[in-house]
Structure formats: structure tokens, C-alpha cells
């Protein structure tokens, strides 16, 4: 069983509600560095920020060798996917470096190769990489920009039904009689660099990117209508106790008195993955994670074992010789008072 740990404040303030097209915006999860296998390099330390506004590591590793060793980093990025119902929530969907993600190495800024690839699965078929038709046709593979739109506008109908046939596109014919094209690619994408690891020495590599947060315009945790086996989903993922549903509940009860004419409450997830990348000599030496909520009056709740209270929005678990067995998951409940 996961430990629990639920942070709870119940005070109403005034935000900025995200403006969803509707009723909920999918999360993508990210994580942090992946070194190739190796058992000549140890990880010190890993000090892990998150919150909404951004994500940063810093990472203390040492060579236990007396040689110097050169290896590959990468930073996966989270997979994008298309389709009528995509709705993501990207710091800057125009480019590449959609989460702006940055690196350094003990203190200076180091750049990044960048490797994107993109794939489609048609039903009942394997996996095709369709990396080559999208750059020949001009189109950019990430499947949800502007950009890709317009590229797409651009095609003649017999490329168009070209890619539909080949599994790309998925046409819907609108109230007005036109077609719209929606693409169902998948963009796979890494940030990687070739870093040497001085004998003897340690190396701080420190990363950074904005993070890519789901969400709903309401409450579903707390609400009425919410079965058993979804509280035991929200217990499951995020840790949810009886404090926090008890807090959801008050909440929920409050955002539908009237309407949500005068006060509404919706969720925020954010998620990171930690199993992944454990390709280095023994455990974490000491894994410290930082949750920060944002605002005092923000709901949150998360796993963790030793959890305590920094600050007026800070939560701090700090683990010696840590394995990280499961990704971290955090819930955020907020508020907004309207008029």
C-alpha cells in the first residue's frame, strides 16, 4: 500500500480559472534524466521541485571510478497525441521544446540535441513511424499546433485522403458542410547530450521545464455523483484520506449551492515520472521532494512517507538510499470566487 499523505486548506480566494474548451484537459506526464546502464556512476542525490508553474531537479552524481566515464543523458519528453479530443495543456505548443525544458551542468548552461519521431497505430495493425511522410508533405510533428493546422489546410485533397487512408488523419464533416482533418499521430520526443563524468568527481546536473498539468472545470473528487471505485482511484493515485474527502466534500457542497454563480472549485493533476531512469550505480543516496501548491488555500494531496510542512504552500519528504517503486502523482484542489 502507498503511504498517504493529504494536505488540507479550506479558505476561498481569488484565481485565474483555466479556460478549458471543455470539461477536462489531459496531463502529460514527464519526468527526469535517463543515463544508459551503468554501475560506474552513483546518483548522491536528487532534489525534486514541482508545481504548477514549473518542474526542476538537480541531480549529484559521481564518477566511482578512476577513469573518466562519457555517457548519453536524455530527457524523454511526454508523448503528444491528436484527435478530435485532444485538449493539452502546453507551455509553448509552437516549438520543439514544447515544456522548456533547460539544462545545466554544474552551473552553466549546456544545449541539447533534440530527436522527434513520429507514429501512428491503424486498427489492427502494428505501429508504423511516419516521421519521413509528415516532413515531406512540410508538416510539423507535433499533431496540436496552429502550425499543423494550417499545413494541413494546405495539402491538396489527394494528400489529404492519402493520409486518411494511411491512418493520419480522421476527417469530421462540421455543422457548415466542411471537413475538418484532425491528426492521430503520436510525437515521441527526447532532449539528449553526450556528458563526460571526471574521475573521482561529482557533477551537478540541473534540469528544468514547465510542466504540462491535467485537469477538470469541476470537482469530481468530493462530489455526490462519485462512486465507490472512483474514490478508491483518487486513493489509489493520489493518497486521499478522510481529512482531504471530508475538505472535497465541503468544497463541492459550496461550488453547487448556487450554481457556481458565486463560487466555483475545480481539479489540477500533475504527474512526474521517477521509476524510469534508474540506469545508475545503487540507489538515490538521498531523494528530497519539494511539493509546492501554489496559493495557501489549495487543496492538495499526494503519496509520500515523512511528509512535513515547510511553508505556507511548501511540503517537503526527504529519503536516504531511496528506490523510487512508484511515479508521483499530485492532486490539486482549487477554489475561485466570482463577482
Known amino acids: 500500500m502507498r503511504p498517504p499523505f493529504a494536505a ?9 480559472l483555466p479556460a478549458w474548451a471543455d470539461d477536462s484537459s489531459a496531463a502529460l506526464a514527464a519526468g527526469g534524466l535517463v543515463l544508459e546502464r551503468t554501475d560506474k556512476i552513483a546518483l548522491v ?11 526542476r531537479i538537480a541531480y549529484r552524481f559521481r564518477n566511482l571510478t578512476d ?39 554544474d552551473g552553466d548552461p549546456v544545449a541539447s540535441q533534440v530527436e522527434q519521431r513520429a507514429f501512428v497505430r491503424p486498427s489492427d495493425k502494428q505501429e508504423d513511424e511516419v516521421t519521413a511522410k509528415l516532413r515531406a508533405l512540410r508538416i510539423p510533428l507535433v499533431p496540436t499546433t496552429d502550425a499543423t493546422e494550417k499545413a494541413l489546410r494546405a495539402l491538396s485533397d489527394d494528400q489529404r485522403r492519402g493520409l486518411v487512408e494511411a491512418g493520419l488523419l480522421e476527417p469530421k464533416e462540421g455543422s457548415d458542410g466542411t471537413t475538418d482533418y484532425y491528426p492521430l499521430w503520436t510525437l515521441r520526443s527526447k532532449f539528449w547530450r553526450r556528458q563526460v563524468f571526471p574521475a573521482r568527481r561529482e557533477v551537478v546536473v540541473r534540469q528544468s521545464y514547465v510542466p504540462s498539468l491535467g485537469g477538470l472545470s469541476s470537482l469530481s473528487f468530493g462530489s455526490s455523483s462519485q462512486d465507490p471505485a472512483q474514490k478508491a482511484g483518487y486513493r489509489e493515485k493520489f493518497c486521499t484520506d478522510a481529512v482531504f474527502e471530508k475538505a472535497a466534500q465541503a468544497l463541492s457542497r459550496k461550488a453547487t449551492a448556487d450554481g457556481g454563480k458565486t463560487f466555483q472549485a475545480f481539479e489540477k493533476y500533475l504527474s512526474y515520472i521517477i521509476t524510469s531512469g534508474a540506469n545508475w550505480a545503487g540507489t538515490i543516496g538521498e531523494f528530497r521532494l519539494t511539493v509546492d501548491k501554489g496559493d495557501p488555500v489549495t487543496l492538495v494531496s499526494f503519496c509520500g512517507s515523512g511528509v512535513r510542512k515547510t511553508g505556507p504552500t511548501t511540503f517537503e519528504m526527504v529519503v536516504k538510499d531511496y528506490v523510487p517503486r512508484h511515479n508521483i502523482d499530485v492532486l490539486l484542489l482549487k477554489t475561485l470566487k466570482n463577482g
Do not use: W
Open 8 to 16: 488540507v486548506a479550506a479558505i476561498i480566494t481569488t484565481l485565474s
Open 45 to 55: 542525490s536528487e532534489d525534486l521541485f514541482l508545481s504548477e508553474k514549473g518542474v
Open 67 to 105: 577513469a573518466d566515464v562519457e555517457t548519453t543523458i536524455a530527457f524523454p519528453m511526454p508523448d503528444i497525441s491528436g484527435g478530435p479530443e485532444a485538449m493539452l495543456d502546453i507551455a509553448d505548443p509552437a516549438h520543439d521544446n514544447f515544456l522548456r525544458f533547460a539544462t545545466q551542468v
